[in-house]
């Protein structure tokens, strides 16, 4: 994608991932607003990078993003870029009576938000050059991590509505993008400073560097063995297969050909 001249809004921004994508998007040239619940941690990242913008945002109600939305969309008018970050990872038992609350928690604002602010942006994007719907999932979406269960199960379905998205948008300007990153230090289970996790910052600057290409699939090289199982040719398959369905013809694609 481009990666300077855009006006870009990135939810979970004022931490970990979202708070360092934001800030390399911001040097790299980019009017930035970040959005989350944490007011004040949202005005101290904004102080700290004088020209960003903040928006409270609570990602898990439906009210919460129609009116977050409609705020961004009337004071910054020039948005092209969303980028869907905010998530939350808990440990679960799937094998084990499950807790009610945390999965609805989990699965409104890891799978629910992103498509219902996705939604309440997509009109407005569809009138605007070079725009982009940006998705963090991550590699657990292709490899389930069985203690986050429920978690994993939440990105994998971000990863299967993100293609049947880019799929739909495809005639449209709009491009749909795909970060998804291995274990990262951040406060994320905690993991700021656990040592089989790739330190945030030479994660962001991969990523800013494929970010810069063509990629619809944004992947750190450390990503690329879990992401590698469910097949790299995924999306090729899922194209031809909604083309010959939307034509009315069989398709080419053979479906047991697609490893589980
Ligand atoms: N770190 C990793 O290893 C890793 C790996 C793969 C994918 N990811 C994904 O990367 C994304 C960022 O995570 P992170 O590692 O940077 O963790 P993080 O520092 O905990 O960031 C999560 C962000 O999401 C925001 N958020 C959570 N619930 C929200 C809600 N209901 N409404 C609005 N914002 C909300 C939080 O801000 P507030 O609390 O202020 O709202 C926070 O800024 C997540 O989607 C995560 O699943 C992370």
Excluded: C
């Amino acid at each position: 994608m481009k990666t300077n001249g855009n006006t870009i809004f990135i939810t979970g921004g004022a931490s970990g991932i979202g708070r360092a994508l934001a800030e390399a998007l911001h040097q790299a040239g980019n009017t930035v607003i970040i959005a989350s619940r944490r007011k004040a941690l949202l005005e101290a990242v904004v102080q700290a990078n004088p020209g960003m913008v903040s928006l409270v945002l609570d990602v898990s109600t439906a009210d919460g993003i129609q009116s977050a939305a409609k705020e961004a969309i009337t004071r910054f008018p020039d948005i092209n870029v969303v980028i869907n970050n905010a998530g939350i990872m808990q440990i679960d038992d799937a094998a084990a009576v499950l807790d009610d609350a945390q999965m609805l928690d989990i699965l409104s604002t890891n799978l629910l938000g992103p498509m219902r602010l996705t939604s309440a942006f997509v009109e407005h994007l569809k009138t605007k050059k070079d725009a982009v719907i940006m998705y963090v999932t991550s590699v657990l979406g292709f490899v389930p991590l069985a203690p986050a269960a429920v978690y994993s199960a939440t990105k994998a379905a971000m990863h299967s509505f993100a293609m049947s998205q880019r799929f739909m948008l495809r005639n449209s300007g709009v491009r749909v993008l795909e970060i998804a990153p291995p274990w990262v230090q951040t406060d994320l289970l905690n993991s700021n400073e656990e040592p089989r996790a790739m330190p945030l910052k030479p994660f962001i600057e991969e990523t800013m560097a494929v970010l810069a290409t063509d990629a619809d699939e944004i992947l750190v090289e450390r990503a690329n063995v879990l992401r590698s199982r469910p097949g790299p040719g995924e999306m090729a398959f899922v194209t031809e297969f909604n083309r010959a369905f939307l034509s009315g013809v069989s398709s080419t694609a053979n479906p047991t050909d697609v490893r589980a």
